[in-house]
């Protein structure tokens, strides 16, 4: 990973957290998450973060924009923000009623690692236990489906409105064939990989993709991410961490209260390592924004004291 953003003045410090288990991405195994913390002198001071990404050396394209907008952006906007729950693999030990129990709303399922048959039978015999409760589910594929997978999975959705979208059916670069599958039903798929690429936001506003958009700021957001965005874009967006520590994180939160404190956001990236004191924020389906001074400072020191 190169240095950070010279364009951008203050003390700069590198963080390295390790996964307490390796990450598995389509980029392949990431063991630690690198990034820089800024902490620009002032009353009161200002942080900002600037990340990498598995398969991006030097920052997603977003980044430096990013790093501003945490910098100069509603630091006294109050508010809640809400995610979403991750669905384990298998048999969930959770009930739809016990997620809505501790809070959850909305809980994403990973699919794509079996037959479209397997796991659709598992999500059935799952909802069956709490049927009637108002938990919404979301589908992510990570880009591991292929046309028939997709058309399966679809047509399984049209009974079951209680999914709201399948995310990321095929990997970047199959737009056009996606959008060709999908036919009129595009409109409960999301794009999130997709939408990483360089330019890839701005285009598939430009060709008017009506389904949902699942957003990285730290990777392809800044400043203006929301003010350029129409208003129908920016009613079926989805923010999503990219396992910032608690500073970037807390930029995604101030974003994300831009957008409304009715948005379920896709927010599961708390707790992946362990007690390491740069989080500043447990697992939960409710998070409040902002980040405090005192607790972004602590994180920032932290970080400080390990590279120092």
């Not at 006294?76 to 298998?90: E, H, I, N, Y």
Request: with cysteine; hydrophobic share 40%; aromatic share 10%.
């Amino acid at each position: 990973m190169g240095g950070p953003p010279t364009g951008i003045p203050g003390a700069w410090t590198q963080y390295r957290r390790r996964f307490r288990v390796p990450l598995q991405t389509a980029a392949g195994r990431w063991t630690e998450r690198r990034g820089w913390l800024l902490r620009v002198a002032g009353d009161p001071p200002r942080w900002a973060e600037w990340v990498d990404w598995p398969g991006r050396p030097g920052g997603g394209e977003g980044s430096t924009a990013f790093a501003r907008w945490m910098l100069t952006a509603g630091e006294k906007r109050q508010g809640t923000v809400c995610s979403a729950g991750l669905l384990p693999a298998g048999v969930p030990e959770r009930s739809p009623a016990e997620w809505i129990g501790h809070g959850y709303r909305v809980v994403k399922a990973k699919i794509g690692g079996g037959s479209p048959g397997r796991e659709q039978s598992l999500l059935d015999a799952w909802w069956e236990r709490g049927e009637g409760s108002p938990l919404g589910v979301r589908l992510d594929a990570n880009g591991r489906l292929d046309a028939s997978g997709l058309r399966s999975w679809l047509a399984w959705m049209d009974a079951r409105p209680w999914v709201e979208f399948l995310e990321q059916p095929f990997p970047p670069g199959e737009e056009a064939n996606l959008r060709r599958v999908a036919g009129g039903a595009e409109a409960r798929l999301a794009l999130d990989e997709s939408l990483e690429l360089a330019g890839a936001l701005p285009h598939w506003v430009e060709e008017g993709w009506a389904g949902w958009w699942v957003v990285k700021p730290a990777l392809c957001g800044g400043a203006d991410l929301l003010g350029e965005l129409p208003p129908e874009v920016r009613s079926r967006l989805i923010l999503s961490s990219a396992f910032e520590s608690g500073i970037g994180f807390g930029g995604v939160l101030q974003l994300a209260l831009e957008l409304g404190e009715d948005r379920v956001h896709g927010l599961g990236t708390r707790g992946f390592f362990g007690e390491d004191g740069l989080d500043g924020w447990s697992p939960a389906p409710l998070y409040r924004a902002p980040l405090g001074g005192a607790e972004a400072e602590a994180i920032y020191q932290r970080a400080v004291g390990r590279t120092g």
